[in-house]
């Protein structure tokens, strides 16, 4: 989640500053720290659970929850456990979210009594982290589906997130989670609205494509960002003609080039799906580009729309770093190779 950056101090730096006199040094120390955890792991995880523990700072606290979820620190459960009740709201979640990165199956039972907090923020965490250690399926799913009832938005919304992901680990999404999802599409909020609707068409349920056309006309506002740009692609993906129009105003801007679209590279994509000529050729047309970055897009954007004219081009920029970012083409190789195997439907469609 967090990822491994490099160290910024060397080990012992980083020790020696976990007790400084500045909290904003000690924060960045604790942070330093994780890279040695694959050397040096029982000192690294004693100075980050005592900074869990005793830290006067609350953003120290924080910090320290933070790296042991990047170390993995499964030694840390009981520290990580009493950090849920950390006087400070921050603190809390990120000791929670450490819970569900770590996957414990220990920490089931406090995750589950946090998933009926008082506290939306811990509850929303909780929802989070809850099916990650959860090891019955069944109980996850359970668990979910009582939070989409939240009379919090945000922990609605993140439950319809949790269940797309349990959904794609399980292959399916159960009749029970495809059920809410439709209900949901009447919410009196967009933003559970939209998730519904992108839940819903990515496990093949139609119910929630006027949702996903609204989204890309604007009809629909106040949506997550991510939402928005995966209601938009779905358009094309899922070939829905009447959102044509407002994708081309996304993709292609007003005249003078007035009116850029922050979603106007999923736009485009969504319409080169649908086989729109114009966004087909600025697509394979940006692959020639002498900017890397714009090589770079352009090779994703090929890859998500399912373009097989640009799979010559992209397995040419395979093992030149120069050219283009190799995990994109590596990740469009694999999408274009599936699209154009036998028997796949052909791209566009």
Sequence with gaps: MFGLAPAKRTFEAALRDVASLKPAVRAEAVGDLVPYAATAREQVLRALENALRSDAHASVRAAAAIALADTKAVEALPALLLAVEDADAHVRQMAITALGEIGDARATGRLRRALSDERPEVRFQAVIAFPRVCTEKADAIDAI??????????????????????????????????????????????????AAAVVLA????????????????????????????????????????????????RAFG??????????????????????????????????????????????????????????????????????????????????LGAATAPGAAPPGG
């Design 202 to 249: 990515r496990f093949d349920d139609p119910a929630g494509h006027p949702v996903l056309v609204a989204i890309a006309e604007r009809r629909l506002r106040d949506v997550d960002h991510e939402d928005e740009a995966a209601a938009i692609e779905l358009c094309g993906e899922l070939g829905l003609s009447e959102a044509t129009s407002a994708l081309e105003r």
């Design 254 to 335: 007003l005249k003078l080039g007035l009116g850029r679209d922050p979603l106007r590279w999923h736009a485009r994509v969504a319409l080169a799906r649908m086989g729109h000529a114009r966004a087909v050729r600025e697509i394979l047309g940006d692959l020639g580009a002498w900017d890397r970055h714009r090589r770079t897009l352009a090779v994703a954007a090929a890859g998500r729309a399912r373009l097989a004219a640009a799979l010559g081009p992209i397995a040419a920029m395979r093992g030149d770093e120069r050219r283009a970012d190799q995990g994109a083409v590596e990740e469009a190789l694999a999408a």
């Design 145 to 194: 589906l009582r939070a989409t009832h939240d009379d919090d938005p945000l922990v609605c919304h993140i439950a319809l997130r949790m269940f797309e992901e349990l959904g794609e680990a399980l292959g399916e999404l159960p009749a029970s989670g495809m059920e809410r999802a439709r209900a949901l599409l009447g919410h009196a909020s967009p933003l559970v609205q939209a």
